[in-house]
Structure formats: structure tokens, C-alpha cells
């Protein structure tokens, strides 16, 4: 790790960051991403800012008033009022004003309307770095939310002595969220679209590619989708420009927070195990079998989907899998919502299969807790996945992942191949027949008892705590900082 001659000061922006309000997965990585930085021996004055959402509930937390100030808009000025509450040692700015204070959901569908909303955000957090004569060095920004903030400091703010010696980092979190439709509200903000730039012309106007147009430095949440992001199956129609900034472009794999997700304390499954007690483990399965009216038969492998019921999970893609391999022994259970069409489908297989399936459509995080801790595999066809939770929270609860070989499960799981290294069954294409027969692999496998538990050994073993990110982050940080 580089070594830095002075603690920085890091400004992290994010749209969600959980406790305070968690809709995705950035929630969860700007809520624990940020104070495994800090924590760091060489660990900078980092600091959070994210809007004061409605969805936020002021009441349990302690939200002191700091300043207000005003953005300038084409319409007149909208007034910023900041508070400030500290969390477990680290500083968070909540940031309110008609944009936010106006939107009773985190996102919608109207990017013309959030597009206002996060582009006023990503202003007045700049504004109060000023208000507070707190000058970042580091400014790093996440996912299209939060890209005008690095956009601005490159035209606006480009001669602003404050922001001389500030440079940015742009984490690309789920690249098609381009922020297609929030070009009117840059706009009116005074942030004008790119000019002969190397962004198509499309994009000249979206708060995304702006962002990766202007920063520093750009990254991603796995190594796998950093490279993937540069061809035109997932490029989003960027890959060509991305082409222009691979220099820049560095993926690092998300962390899990290990102490939320332990087996061996968890309070919402049926027996606490570890892999030293592997044999309690069962106890889950026969529970979870008698809680949703599933033949109590520990012989039958258990396999389970967690998720979002839409395209970019490809549960389709698993359901059509589970019919090709219906000659096998297996029950399966399926969680999730989404897309009214894919959960009909996921009902209709449940109904075809009433011995075998299971489909709950509900988001229960308890339920889900259950699932993993007592399922043998868990089910995770993505048809992308920049890094994935669901993958690195099975292996930690000891349910073996069959996932499709893209984005971050490809750098987090090592195929079956040969005995002993194995963590998981990967397939490459987004197939239902390819998906088959790594069920099938997997299904061939389980009856070797002895062998499975060596499975879920090293996937229990798996060390996915965020400190190893963090160091890596830092290490962008420092990389980036401007001489005086």
C-alpha cells in the first residue's frame, strides 16, 4: 500500500448508504465501504454525504443543523439546508432542499425528475466542502447519482482555486444506469453538455458519461466487469469511449460485512453453525423443509434463487433450467419480486412442480437469512452481475453457488474442475441449457457427502471482509493525489 505524507480528506458521495436508507446494492457498500476505509492504519478523514430522503427516519439519529446556502438555477435559486450526524466515528452530511425534500421515493422512473433532484445534490455537496473550509482531496462519487459532482469540478468549478488540488473517483456500480433524461436538468443547473468529446453523441448530455468522460480515475466493483465493460455485449454503447479510458479504469471486488452475515451468531436461523460444525447445519434444512411444506428428505439436494425477479438476474434463465434437469432428485425454493411476468412464471413452475418448488414473492429478509443458511445451492444466473452479494453470502452460510461465469461471480467463484479447489459450478453462456448442466454437475457431486462439505469448507473459508477493498481504494486515493 502507498504510504501517504498526510491524512487526506476524502469526500464519498453515494445516493443510499444503509442504515440510513437502502434500496440496492450501493446501499450496502456505501454503508460499510466508507468506515473500512477509515479504519485503515493510514485510514484518511473520510467523510459521507447522501440526500435527506424521505424514506430516512430522522428519528433515530441525532441530526444537528450546520448550514444552508443556495444552488443557482435557471428558475431562481433552491436553498440547501445540511445536517450532520456521526455514525460509529464517521461524519455524515444529509443534505435536504425542495428536489429532495419534494421526492417521496429514493428512485423513480422519471429520470427528468431525479434528474433534478441528485444533480442538485451533487452540487450542494461541493458547495458545503466550501461552506465548511473542508477541502477534499479526494472526491469519489458513485454510480450516475452523484457523476455531475465530478463533472462540475471539471467545468464550472474548473478555475475555482478551492478545487484545485481535489481529483475524483468515479466508481461505476451498474453501468446501463446511464441517467438517460437528466440532460434538461444539468442543464438548467448550468452544467452544459460535452463538446467534441469522445462520448457518442448520444450521451453527450447524461450525467453518467459525463462523469466517466471527466474523472480521474474510474472504477468498478470486480475485476471481471471492468474488463466486460469494454465490449459491446456490456458496454451499455460506451465501449468505445471506455476503450479511450482503460488506463484509468480499475475494477475492485465488493466486500461483505462478515459480522452481519455469520452463521455462527445469526439470530434468524434455526441452528448456528460453523465450518467446524457442519452437522448442525442440517438442522436448518429440515426447518426450512417443515416451514414451507417441502418432503423432509435431507437426501434431496436443496436449491434456492434470492433476488430481483428481472432480466438482468436471469431467473427466467433458472427456471427453465430446473425443468430441463426435472428427471433429477431436487426441491428447489425461490424468493424474490419483480417483473409481474417473471414472478407468474415463477408461480406457474411452483404450481407444475408442487412437490419440488416453492415460490414465495415477497422481499423478507428473514425468510432469506433461512434460505441461506439451510439450502445446499444457491441459484444465481445473472446475465450480468458487476459483483454480486447473493454469491458471496451463500458460501458464507455453506450454500454452494451455480452461477453463471460473468462479472464478479467469475472472479469470486472457482469452477468445479477437480477435487479440491473447487467453491462453486459456473456456466458460461446465459442459456437454460447451460445452466442444466452445471445443475447437473452440481447434482452429481452432492451425493459425495464427503466431498461437498470440502466445498462448503473453503467457501465458509472465503475472505470477502471489506478491509481488502478498502486498501485498495486507498491506494487510488494516494495514487491521485495533486501536488501543491
Known amino acids: 500500500m502507498i504510504m501517504a505524507e498526510k491524512k487526506l480528506n476524502v469526500l464519498f458521495i453515494a445516493s443510499e448508504a444503509a442504515p440510513f436508507v437502502k434500496v440496492g446494492g450501493l446501499g450496502d457498500v456505501a454503508g460499510s465501504l466508507p468506515y473500512a476505509i477509515a479504519a485503515l492504519p493510514e485510514g484518511p478523514d473520510i467523510r459521507m454525504a447522501i440526500p435527506l430522503h424521505k424514506a430516512i427516519d430522522q428519528t433515530k439519529y441525532t441530526l444537528e443543523t450546520v448550514t444552508s446556502f443556495d444552488i443557482a438555477h435557471k428558475n431562481g435559486p433552491i436553498t440547501a439546508e445540511v445536517f450532520q450526524t456521526e455514525l460509529n466515528g464517521l461524519t455524515i452530511y444529509l443534505i435536504s432542499g425542495e428536489p429532495v425534500a419534494e421526492a417521496d421515493l429514493v428512485y423513480t422512473a422519471d429520470t427528468r425528475a431525479d434528474g433534478k433532484k441528485f444533480t442538485f445534490f451533487s452540487l450542494a455537496v461541493l458547495e458545503l466542502c466550501k461552506q465548511l473550509d473542508w477541502q477534499p482531496d479526494i472526491l469519489h462519487a458513485q454510480d450516475w447519482h ?17 478545487f484545485a488540488h481535489t481529483a475524483t473517483l468515479l466508481t461505476v456500480h451498474n453501468l446501463p444506469y446511464l441517467g438517460n433524461g437528466a440532460g434538461p436538468a444539468l442543464k438548467a443547473f448550468g ?3 460535452a463538446k467534441k468529446s469522445n462520448l457518442p ?3 453527450q448530455d447524461m450525467p453518467l458519461p459525463l462523469g466517466l468522460l471527466t474523472a480521474d480515475k474510474i472504477n468498478t466493483v470486480s475485476t471481471g466487469y471492468a474488463q ?7 458496454g451499455s454503447g460506451l465501449q468505445k469511449f471506455l476503450k479511450t479510458r482503460k488506463k484509468d479504469l480499475v475494477g475492485i471486488i465488493n ?3 462478515m459480522d452481519a452475515w455469520n452463521p455462527a451468531s445469526d439470530k434468524a436461523i434455526s441452528a448456528n453453525f460453523t465450518s467446524d460444525t457442519l452437522q448442525d447445519r442440517g438442522k436448518n434444512k429440515r426447518a426450512l423443509q417443515k416451514e414451507l411444506e417441502l418432503p423432509q428428505d435431507t437426501d434431496a439436494p436443496l436449491l434456492a434463487f434470492i433476488g430481483r425477479m428481472d432480466h438482468q438476474k436471469g431467473i427466467e434463465i433458472a427456471l427453465e433450467a430446473l425443468r430441463k434437469v426435472s428427471d433429477l432428485s431436487w426441491q428447489a425454493i425461490i424468493l424474490g419480486t419483480g417483473d409481474p411476468d417473471i414472478e407468474a412464471r415463477a408461480e406457474a413452475l411452483a404450481e407444475e412442480f408442487p412437490q419440488n418448488i416453492r415460490t414465495i414473492i415477497r422481499f423478507d429478509g428473514a425468510l432469506a437469512r433461512r434460505i441461506y443458511a439451510g439450502s445446499d445451492m444457491m441459484m444465481v444466473p445473472s446475465r450480468y452481475e458487476p459483483c454480486g452479494l447473493i454469491q458471496m453470502i451463500a458460501m458464507r452460510y455453506g450454500s454452494v453457488p451455480v452461477a453463471r ?6 472472479d469470486t467463484i472457482t469452477d468445479y474442475k477437480e477435487k479440491g479447489k473447487s467453491t462453486g459450478f459456473l456456466f458460461k453462456k446465459a442459456k ?20 461437498w462439505e470440502q466445498i462448503q469448507i473453503r467457501d465458509m473459508a472465503q475472505d470477502f471482509t471489506w478491509q481488502n ?16
Do not use: C, H, N
Open 255 to 257: 466486500g461483505l460485512d
Open 228 to 234: 466486460e465493460m469494454l465490449t459491446p455485449e456490456f
Open 201 to 203: 453523441k448520444w450521451a
Open 432 to 451: 437454460p441449457r447451460a445452466m442444466a448442466k452445471a445443475l447437473r454437475r452440481a447434482l452429481a457431486v452432492f451425493p459425495d457427502r464427503q466431498e
Open 405 to 410: 461465469a460473468t462479472g464478479g461471480l467469475r
Open 191 to 193: 452544467l452544459k453538455p
Open 146 to 162: 452523484t457523476a455531475p459532482a465530478v463533472y462540475a469540478l471539471k467545468t464550472i468549478l474548473k478555475d475555482d482555486p478551492f
Open 469 to 484: 477493498s478498502a486498501v485498495q481504494y486507498l491506494d487510488i486515493y494516494l495514487s491521485l493525489l495533486k501536488s501543491e
